[in-house]
Structure formats: C-alpha cells, structure tokens
C-alpha cells in the first residue's frame, strides 16, 4: 500500500468512528467563504489536527474541519477550509478529502474558491461558474502510484466540471435573480500573486479567473468518478487591470461582503445536485 494511501485509509477509519453519516454531496469551501456552514444541522465536526496523518489549514478564512449535516434534509460533508499546493503540501496531499468523501460515499463534489477577475468583464464580487480549468501549476495530484481503487491509470477530464449539473445551476441562479458568470479558471501554484506580465499571458490563453486551487480537487475528483461543480467568488481583478496592489486582506472583504449571495447560490447547488441524484435524467 502507498504511503497516501496509507494515510488516506487511517484517515478515513477515524472520520468513520466519529461520524456515521452517509452523504451524498460533498462542498469545498474557499477562503472566507464559509457561511453556508451556519445552514447546516450539524450532526459531527472533526477538526483537522484530530485526524491521523491529515494535513492542517494554516490560511486565514479556512476554518479546518470536516463538518457533517444536514441542509433541509439532504446529508452533506463539508471541507471548511482546504490545504493548498503553496503550503508545502504535496497535490496528492491537497486532494486527500476528496478521496476520503468519496469513501463515504459523496456522488457529487461542489468546489469553491475565491479568484481574480482576468475577464475584462467581470468586477469585484461576481459569482463565476467554471466551466473548465487550465492546470498552470506545474503538478497533477494523479501524478505517482495510481490508485486503483478510485479510478483509471488515465482519467477521463473532457467533462470535469459536469455540464448538465453547470446548464441546470445557470437556470436555477437566473429564474433566482443571481448574477452568474461563467468562465475557465487557470490555477497558478502561488503563493504569490501573478505578475501583470503573467496574467496578460494567461488571458491570451483563454482564462477568465486565476487562483491556487480548486484544480488538484477536480481532478482527483474525475478520477473517483464524482460529479463536479466549481464556483469562483472573483474578489478582486488581476495584477494589471486595476492600479492598485493586491493583499489577501481583500479577498476576506471582499468574500465577506458577498456571503450572502454566495450562500444563496451554494444552497441552489447542494438542492439542485439533490434532484438531479434523485430523479437523473434518462
């Protein structure tokens, strides 16, 4: 057995022992984007540092903790607080939740993040949904041992981010009054922020928003066979477009100053995957 998969296994045996929930619908939450967790009845919360071998959130607005609950009924795990590639994580490491959701039994993983706007046309707080990614960070979380259990040797990505689950958000958030963007999103390793030479680069190339994540969890993701969503909240646009220096501090303002919409949206997602599960399309 492979070392991640070593730690993957004990990871998953202690999440098992203090919760027994069987979701079917896992979320992923970005930086400062963890109001939706106030929605949940919350049945079980194992922070990170209790777990075995599991990485821990060193980043501010990322709470660190799988919490387990219900939202209107619907069993649900969430990841409040995700590692990144900048920390010193290997990408398999990053994507460890994924595999450890799919265990329990997730069908369908929604991934948020917050990113900057590259797209002339977006602002400052857009909701942008992804409808594929440009993996710009030198790695692949598939990279090493394949993992059998979860997938092939070589995965299929030609629909990583599902499209009837992407047409039929679109439709909820518009018949909802929710502005929803769309766009590809390219993942820069980070952590810092991209140089305007960079970005004038990666718009030419077709992203629409950049950020350091989301993408080693969509992938490890189509490798176990889940459905994906991916949400970008655009917190502020890109090194270059606006005269002004970036800081994190503004991706927490920015986040917090549209929670509300956010989780609005994230609670259209986690009902709509829900319907979709129960009644699937023939």
């Known amino acids: ?15 098992r022992s203090q919760s027994k929930s069987a979701p079917k619908i896992g979320l992923i939450l970005g930086s400062g984007l963890g109001e939706f967790i106030s929605k949940l009845d919350t049945t079980a ?103 059998d259990e979860f997938g092939p040797r070589f995965p299929d990505v030609s629909d990583i981010y599902t499209k009837d689950l992407r047409l039929q958000l679109k439709d909820s958030a518009e018949q909802s009054g929710i502005a929803l963007d769309e766009g590809i999103y390219i993942m820069n390793s980070g952590p810092s922020f991209e140089t305007a030479a960079e970005i004038r680069f990666f718009r030419a190339i077709g992203a629409d928003a950049v950020g350091m994540s989301t993408v080693p969890e969509a992938l490890t993701a189509a490798h176990c066979g889940m459905k994906v969503v991916g949400i970008s909240c655009i917190t502020n646009m890109a090194t270059g477009i606006l005269e002004k220096k970036l800081d994190h501090k503004e991706v927490i303002a920015t986040t917090g100053r549209v929670k509300d919409e956010f989780s609005k949206l994230i609670c259209l997602a986690i009902k709509m995957i829900h319907a979709h599960n129960c009644h699937p399309k023939s």
Request: proline share 4%; glycine share 12%.
């Open 1 to 15: 057995m492979s070392t991640i998969n070593h730690r993957i296994e004990n990871a998953f045996a202690y999440i």
């Open 45 to 147: 919360r194992i922070q990170y540092q209790e777990i075995p071998g599991f990485p821990i959130s060193t980043v501010e607005g990322h709470e660190g903790a799988f919490v387990f609950g219900d939202y209107e009924g619907i069993p649900m795990v969430v990841q409040s607080g995700r590692f990144h590639y900048y920390e010193g994580y290997t990408q398999q490491e990053v994507a460890m939740p994924v595999r450890i959701m799919k265990k329990l039994g997730v069908e369908a993983l929604v991934i948020t993040n917050a990113a900057g706007g590259i797209n002339l046309a977006f602002s400052e707080g857009a909701l942008m949904l992804i409808t594929d990614h440009i993996n710009y960070s030198g790695d692949n979380p598939l990279r090493g041992a394949n993992l």
